[in-house]
């Protein structure tokens, strides 16, 4: 058995820096290249997640603040402070918040990477409806993470592509995939 002999990864909470992901704003505490068998994150989520797999990390949640609703293949679950759960690699899931805020702490192993993040193609939005997700809601949602992806207001994303209101889901679904693996 090989021993690794590591460091101690220390971060406080002050250190923190938050990206725009699809699990809402991320803060990455550890990063694959601290360590490759699993890292840690914090997810601040104030509004409908982006539907999303990934196709090598299980990923550990735990609920630090906040409720909502988990929609997990079939599945929807409420969660709120203290709900742990354990979502296996190739299993489309996302939240919706029913607080203001929710923040969740989660584990991936092996350690997510950019690379392991694939947006749905298609959703049956049939039966989420009873939750209110919806293709309007879906494309607020995939346009929201447009903007602040690349930190343009509406009304610039606008002058930069007049067509994006006349968007499916589906095509809007398609360049939020696309602007994931290029900002990686």
Known sequence: MEIRKRFLLLVHDEELRYEIAPCGQLARISSKQDCPEANMSLALITGPTVPHFHRRSTEFLFVLSGKGLIVFRDKI??????????????????????????????????????DDIYLVDHLDLGQHEAIGYSEALEKQMLTNHLLQRTNLSMEDYLAMDDDITMLSAKELRRRVISDVHKQG
């Open 77 to 114: 679950k409420e969660i709120h402070v203290g709900s742990s759960l354990i979502i296996p690699p190739g299993n489309c899931h996302f939240t919706i918040p029913k607080s203001a805020q929710m923040k969740i702490f989660f584990v991936s192993a092996p350690a997510w990477d950019q």
